[in-house]
């Protein structure tokens, strides 16, 4: 077992653990320790080998695994004088996301008023890290290709051919072979983005990283609210290597922060794992066979049906736990770290409504209309 740490600004480790803006231009100046498992040294240095090049990188795993602090690192240790930039593109409206990527001009279409730079553009000289990139929408696939293909494209409505330098590094939880046979993703856009792959393992097949996580989290958790770092007993740090994290790092980063609410003394109580993430059938916690690689698993779908039951039962509790108020500071948006729209976009994509004999806490609760 050897311990990684990775010295640069920009890493930001619990961008692992919550959801950020859609839109991201980041400069942090943040150090981050990842991991300490052999698994995670090889992730590592798969990432600085590729760094200084131009080539794209495609990084795959499970939601919550640190796909984009993968995606900074590249970033960072590229030393490319641009910035940042992250687009979510489960989280954007098809028709707006070629907007968003490649920019408008005036009057190209309805509410149109000004011109508009897309991320493209504003990467300039940097990265810009596509999140979801499974989520991406056929008809706007081809364009994407011919841009990665050619590096250059059109602002939506204009006819000036624009040239872009800026490194691709693209991310997903999909199984983008089996969307390709489905005819759901293009095949040659999968081969563009394919160039180099960088596979996350999950949280639960490196257990030793679960645990450095952990005393991570509880010590920057810990000065964010004030408090003397509790210590992890030998019974906690038992319960944390046995779990098998189905949220990954995400999970067990606002698992430590709800111990940290109820511990009182000097040791970290942490609260029992079945009342926050109970077993279901869609649940069985060990992977499944013939799952230890992530991009040949049989699934065709942006999330396992077991993960997704898991991410669907969180949200409920959270929701019955704030009685259904999605925004405000003490609303379930907040408590999940993610922005408003983001929640609302995940409450129905997983069939979440808000049951009519609730009662909100505020007008806003609820998935909007």
């Known amino acids: 077992m050897y311990t990684w740490f990775i010295s640069m600004t920009a890493i930001n480790i619990a961008s692992m653990a919550h959801a950020q803006s859609d839109f991201v231009e980041a400069k942090r100046p943040v150090l981050g320790v990842l991991g300490s498992s052999a698994q995670f040294a090889e992730i590592l240095e798969q990432a600085r080998t590729v ?44 028709t707006l996301l070629e907007s968003e990527l490649m920019g408008h001009e005036r009057g190209a279409f309805t509410g149109a008023v000004s011109q508009r730079i897309g991320r493209f553009e504003r990467a300039k000289d940097g990265t810009i890290f596509l999140d979801e990139i499974g989520e991406l929408t056929l008809d706007l696939q081809p364009k994407l290709l011919r841009l990665l293909q050619e590096r250059e494209f059109e602002r939506l409505g204009g006819d000036r051919t624009l040239r872009t330098n800026a490194r691709v590094v693209a991310a997903t939880n999909c199984n983008l072979r089996a969307m390709v046979r489905e005819r759901k993703f293009r095949e040659d856009l999968y081969y563009r983005l394919n160039v180099f792959p960088i596979s996350i393992p999950p949280l639960r097949r490196r257990p030793g990283d679960a645990l450095q996580l952990a005393l991570h989290f509880v010590r920057t958790l810990s000065q964010r609210m004030g408090k003397p770092a509790p210590a992890l007993t030998p019974a906690v740090e038992q319960k944390i290597l046995g779990h098998h994290w189905p949220g990954n790092v995400r999970e067990l980063h606002n698992m430590i922060e ?112």
């Open 51 to 94: 760094a200084p090049l131009e080539s794209t990188v495609l990084i795959l795993g499970e939601t919550g695994t640190g796909k984009e602090v993968i995606a900074r690192a590249i970033h960072e240790m590229s030393q490319r004088g641009g910035p940042f930039v992250r687009v979510n593109c489960a989280s954007i409206p098809a």
């Open 258 to 369: 709800r111990a940290l609410i109820i511990t009182r003394g000097h040791e970290l109580e942490l609260p029992d794992f079945d009342s926050i993430t109970p077993l279901t059938a869609d649940d069985p916690r060990p992977d499944p066979p013939g799952s230890g690689d992530h991009t040949s698993s049989a699934i065709g779908h942006c999330e396992s049906d077991g993960l997704a039951a898991v991410n669907r039962a969180h949200i409920l509790r959270v929701l019955r736990d704030t009685n259904w108020v999605v925004s405000g500071p003490n609303g379930a948006a907040a408590r999940l770290q993610m922005k408003r729209s983001t929640l609302n976009f995940r409450m129905r994509k997983l069939g979440i409504a808000r049951p009519r004999h609730a009662v909100p806490g505020s007008p806003s609760a609820g998935v909007d209309s």
